[in-house]
């Protein structure tokens, strides 16, 4: 495997590419996903590689296996900054909530999840776009509140709920 740019381009070929990697066993260490290296390199794959040669850890063999480990060291990831969150605010996060691209990836949900210990309900929709139509409705005066429109919405969008695996 030299690169990632035999990837997937469709749904059904990214679906059947979670499918295999979610066969796989978790893998015996997880990236640092908060390397600097990791932010917007020329290879993502090389990326990846440096860190875990660095590391003396093997490399996965294919693209389900790199898929499988990035999917679960980004949910650490997502995991380690719901504790920095609740350190820093005195709060404690009974959910995470997933939207975008991510929102589709039901490893990268699951994964979150069980890091987490925490259910992850995610919406297959743009964050971005709900947001900026959030602040108008308040503006407007049409809903209350950011809070209002979440009531209000949340309860009428597609979502799908991932619990942690015991």
């Given at each position: 495997?030299?690169?990632?740019?035999?990837?997937?381009?469709?749904?059904?070929?990214?679906?059947?590419?979670?499918?295999?990697?979610?066969?796989?066993?978790?893998?015996?260490?997880?990236?640092?996903?908060?390397?600097?290296?990791?932010?917007?390199?020329?290879?993502?794959?090389?990326?990846?590689?440096?860190?875990?040669k660095?590391?003396?850890?093997?490399?996965?063999?294919?693209?389900?296996?790199?898929?499988?480990?990035i999917?679960d060291?980004?949910?650490?990831?997502?995991?380690?900054?719901?504790?920095?969150?609740?350190?820093?605010?005195?709060?404690?996060?009974?959910?995470?909530?997933i939207?975008?691209?991510?929102?589709?990836?039901?490893?990268?949900?699951?994964?979150?999840?069980?890091?987490?210990?925490?259910p992850?309900?995610?919406?297959?929709?743009?964050?971005?776009?709900?947001?900026?139509?959030?602040?108008?409705?308040?503006?407007?005066?049409?809903?209350?509140?950011?809070?209002?429109?979440?009531?209000?919405?949340?309860?009428?969008l597609?979502?799908?709920?991932?619990?942690?695996?015991?």
């Amino acid at each position: 495997l030299k690169d990632f740019t035999s990837r997937p381009t469709s749904d059904a070929a990214w679906a059947k590419l979670i499918s295999a990697a979610e066969k796989l066993p978790a893998p015996a260490a997880l990236l640092d996903v908060t390397d600097p290296a990791l932010t917007n390199p020329k290879s993502m794959k090389a990326a990846i590689d440096a860190q875990l040669k660095k590391r003396r850890i093997p490399a996965p063999k294919n693209l389900a296996g790199y898929t499988r480990l990035i999917c679960d060291s980004l949910g650490r990831g997502h995991a380690d900054a719901k504790a920095s969150f609740e350190k820093m605010s005195g709060r404690t996060f009974k959910r995470i909530l997933i939207v975008g691209g991510g929102s589709k990836n039901r490893l990268l949900c699951q994964a979150t999840a069980n890091a987490a210990g925490v259910p992850v309900v995610s919406f297959a929709l743009e964050g971005t776009a709900v947001g900026n139509l959030a602040n108008q409705l308040v503006a407007l005066r049409a809903v209350a509140s950011i809070a209002a429109f979440r009531a209000l919405f949340g309860k009428t969008l597609k979502q799908t709920i991932y619990t942690p695996a015991l």
